[in-house]
């Protein structure tokens, strides 16, 4: 009678290798491109008070385990302060981001405001909220802040987030603008820094399941099937089935701007380009009302 023998464990041990291996190259890549962004834009300097906003989603988690992670050899000195807005939505789980945040040792704070209910109450059934809601958010965010000592704003947008935001307001706002890796409040009273805005969502994907992060979905807005950036999300996730790379490209290209190859006489002179010095000019007015000049009806009668 023959015998049956079991597979062998070392091909399960060598799938966990694998596996241990890929999540190390994963963080390593994170951590280069996380790197990069700071040191590219000046996201951070010597002396820095990072807030963290941690909204308990995958790209939130992601940047504050890599920037956990930069701090540790960073050529500056920072400390890092991770805040929720608990918004007061149903069932949310109040205890999840307090008790991972003590069991990493992380600073935080989670400030208290009800903008669940008051965007609920305004915006009519069937409307997307994002827009109050990202409003309300953002006031009660920069207003602990400014309370704070707070020098520079971390947020979780990644580089599909930069391209996608593009298209919206390419598509639907008729402008070429984006959301840029850092920029001053309108008030100028903030920094806010983008550090995860060369890193591709994928990759975020990823990383979090290989951390296993306490993920906390939003119920507020992430069941809204109407929403424009969901439009562009599906669209940009065709391209690139269609074309693998295209959204890296169309990232790159958002560093790579030529106000001389576009159509905007607010950024290029296109009004000095070619002129003759010694040559009149006609404005606006002139060319719309179709007279003509003296000149070219002969000179005067």
């Known amino acids: 009678m023959s015998t049956v023998f079991p597979l062998p464990m070392p091909t399960l041990r060598h799938a966990d290798r694998r596996g241990a291996h890929e999540a190390t190259r994963l963080a390593k890549r994170l951590r280069h491109q996380v790197g990069k962004a700071i040191a590219e834009f000046g996201m ?13 989603g995958k790209d939130s988690y992601t940047m504050l385990d890599i920037l956990l992670q930069l701090q540790r050899k960073a050529p500056v ?4 302060i991770a805040v929720n807005l608990d918004q007061k939505q149903p069932e949310f789980p109040e205890h999840v981001l307090p008790d991972y945040l003590r069991s990493i040792g992380v600073d935080f704070h989670i400030i208290e405001q009800d903008t669940y209910s008051v965007v609920s109450r305004v915006v009519p059934e069937g409307k997307t909220m994002c827009s109050l809601c990202s409003r309300l958010r953002r006031g009660a965010l920069y ?7 707070i020098t520079k704003i971390a947020l979780g947008h990644h580089r599909d987030d930069l391209v996608a935001t593009f298209f919206l307001n390419l598509f639907f706002h008729a402008k070429l603008s984006g959301m840029p890796p850092k920029l001053l409040s309108d008030d100028g009273r903030h920094v806010v820094i983008r550090p995860l805005a060369f890193v591709r969502e994928d990759d975020i994907s990823a990383y979090a399941q290989a951390k296993a992060f306490p993920i906390i979905p939003c ?11 969901k439009q562009v999300q599906k669209m940009m996730a065709q391209w690139e089935h269609d074309t693998p790379g295209r959204i890296e490209t169309i990232a790159r290209a958002l560093g790579d701007i030529r106000p ?10 296109f009004l000095s380009l070619g002129r003759r010095d010694a040559a009149a000019q006609a404005d606006a007015h002139a060319w719309l009302a179709g007279e003509p000049h003296a000149a ?6």
């Open 44 to 56: 951070i300097e010597d002396g820095d008070r990072v807030m963290v906003c941690l909204s308990g």
């Open 77 to 80: 000195s920072f400390s890092l």
């Open 143 to 149: 207003s602990w802040a400014a309370e704070n000592g």
């Open 219 to 229: 119920n507020l807005c992430g069941s809204q099937e109407n929403l424009q950036r």
């Open 260 to 269: 001389s190859q576009l159509s905007d006489p607010a950024l290029f002179d």
């Open 296 to 301: 070219a009806r002969g000179g005067d009668d």
